[in-house]
């Protein structure tokens, strides 16, 4: 059993097929190819549609520069109104209505012109019902919809994604300036301030890049610490505990400092940041930020056990029997035997 126009309507509308109220534009000519449809469309219960018709491409072109509607059907007649130089125009005009072209050719004959004139649909007046008419104007409205929401989602992931980078960009910054400040207070020297500005941070000449050339650290090194940055980024701390342990003994023997170290990471981390692209840079910060902690924390850890060490260095065990009180008493008994020993010989 069929169902009625209401019960079409609410099921149609709860599920997002045809739209409640649509407002189309029907460009004709004199002869008005496929009025009737247009007209039968406008009068189906199954959705409100609004219909205004206009006669002439002109005409058309003026009335869509000046107002919106949701869809645009377009009387194809060669000889009168070329339907497809139209729909091809305003597609290089910029217009992005969904366009349904209505001819009285054969679908199989103009559908792939009309598509690659850039029409959404091309319907055959004498073979095309209303309802069908309905839903494939429902179904080009949908589809500029989702398209324009998919390039407004693009543009926004875009521009998350430059913020991101500029984020990360900043923060490496004031790393960067934090150590020109602990350089500055080792050698007994002020750093320049830096100033607002609305550059890159990463352009800024900050004093620590040039105390990392000054204190150059070895390529094995670079490297071992940026795969170790890379596998924290992927996995986390929770496996790496053990590398980063050994990492810090490494350092600690080597005898780098925590400002060393933090110029190793912002190096590494710069490369890795660059090399990301368009990907995102929030995660990989987040990671880095946590990874540089745990590796000072155990390198502070490891120089406070080499401080202790030298504090209280370690002691060799004497032998049994040669402690403290018998090795002066010795020492006190072979002075007896010499003194007796000088004596007798005078």
Same mark, same amino acid.
């Given at each position: 059993?069929?169902? /009625?126009?209401?019960?079409?309507?609410?099921?149609? /509308?709860?599920?997002?097929?045809? +739209?409640?109220?649509? =407002?189309?534009?029907?460009?004709?000519?004199?002869?008005?190819?496929?009025?009737?449809?247009?007209?039968?469309?406008?009068?189906?219960?199954?959705?409100?549609?609004?219909?205004?018709?206009?006669?002439?491409?002109?005409?058309? %072109?003026?009335?869509?520069?000046?107002?919106?509607?949701?869809?645009?059907?377009?009387?194809?007649?060669?000889?009168?109104?070329d339907?497809?130089?139209?729909?091809?125009?305003? =597609?290089?005009?910029?217009?992005?209505e969904?366009?349904?072209?209505?001819?009285?050719?054969?679908?199989?004959?103009?559908?792939?012109?009309?598509?690659?004139?850039?029409?959404?649909?091309?319907?055959?007046? *004498?073979? /095309?019902?209303? =309802?069908?008419?309905?839903?494939?104007?429902?179904?080009?409205?949908?589809?500029?919809?989702?398209?324009? @929401?998919?390039?407004?989602?693009?543009?926004?992931?875009?521009?998350?994604?430059?913020?991101?980078?500029?984020?990360?960009?900043?923060?490496?910054?004031?790393?960067?300036?934090?150590? &020109? @400040?602990?350089?500055?207070?080792?050698?007994?020297?002020?750093?320049?301030?830096?100033?607002?500005s609305d550059?890159? +941070?990463s $352009?800024? +000449?900050?004093?620590? =890049?040039?105390?990392?050339?000054? %204190?150059p650290?070895?390529? *094995?090194?670079? $490297?071992?610490?940026?795969?170790?940055?890379r &596998?924290?980024?992927?996995?986390?701390?929770g496996?790496?505990?053990?590398?980063?342990?050994?990492?810090?003994?490494?350092?600690?023997? &080597?005898?780098?400092?925590?400002?060393?170290?933090?110029?190793?990471?912002?190096?590494?981390?710069?490369?890795?940041?660059?090399?990301?692209?368009?990907?995102?840079? !929030?995660?990989?910060?987040?990671?880095?930020?946590?990874?540089?902690?745990?590796?000072?924390?155990?390198?502070?850890?490891?120089?406070?056990?080499?401080?202790?060490?030298?504090?209280? +260095?370690? !002691?060799?065990?004497?032998?049994?029997?040669?402690? @403290?009180?018998?090795?002066?008493?010795?020492?006190?008994?072979?002075?007896?035997?010499?003194?007796? $020993?000088?004596?007798?010989?005078?």
């Amino acid at each position: 059993m069929p169902m /009625t126009d209401r019960e079409v309507k609410k099921q149609t /509308t709860r599920m997002g097929g045809l +739209p409640a109220r649509m =407002r189309a534009l029907f460009i004709t000519s004199s002869h008005r190819t496929g009025a009737w449809l247009a007209e039968a469309l406008a009068t189906d219960s199954a959705s409100d549609v609004i219909l205004e018709e206009t006669v002439g491409a002109a005409a058309g %072109m003026a009335r869509l520069r000046d107002e919106v509607f949701d869809i645009v059907l377009i009387s194809h007649e060669p000889e009168e109104l070329d339907a497809l130089e139209l729909a091809q125009g305003l =597609r290089a005009g910029g217009s992005e209505e969904p366009i349904l072209v209505l001819g009285i050719a054969a679908v199989a004959d103009s559908e792939a012109t009309a598509f690659e004139a850039g029409a959404d649909a091309y319907l055959c007046v *004498n073979d /095309t019902a209303t =309802r069908a008419l309905l839903w494939t104007a429902a179904r080009a409205i949908e589809r500029s919809q989702l398209v324009r @929401e998919n390039r407004r989602l693009v543009l926004a992931e875009r521009q998350r994604l430059q913020h991101e980078h500029q984020e990360a960009d900043r923060l490496l910054g004031e790393q960067r300036g934090l150590i &020109a @400040e602990l350089h500055g207070v080792t050698i007994g020297t002020e750093p320049p301030p830096v100033e607002d500005s609305d550059e890159n +941070p990463s $352009t800024i +000449p900050f004093p620590a =890049r040039v105390s990392i050339e000054r %204190m150059p650290l070895p390529d *094995n090194l670079i $490297t071992h610490y940026a795969d170790l940055l890379r &596998a924290y980024v992927i996995m986390g701390s929770g496996n790496l505990a053990a590398q980063m342990r050994d990492l810090a003994g490494l350092l600690v023997a &080597a005898g780098v400092t925590p400002q060393q170290t933090m110029m190793l990471h912002l190096q590494v981390l710069e490369d890795l940041i660059n090399g990301l692209g368009s990907r995102s840079a !929030r995660h990989v910060m987040t990671r880095a930020d946590l990874l540089v902690l745990e590796v000072m924390v155990y390198l502070a850890d490891g120089y406070r056990l080499r401080y202790l060490d030298r504090q209280q +260095p370690p !002691r060799q065990l004497e032998l049994p029997g040669f402690g @403290e009180s018998e090795a002066i008493g010795y020492r006190l008994e072979g002075r007896k035997t010499k003194t007796a $020993t000088c004596f007798r010989g005078l």
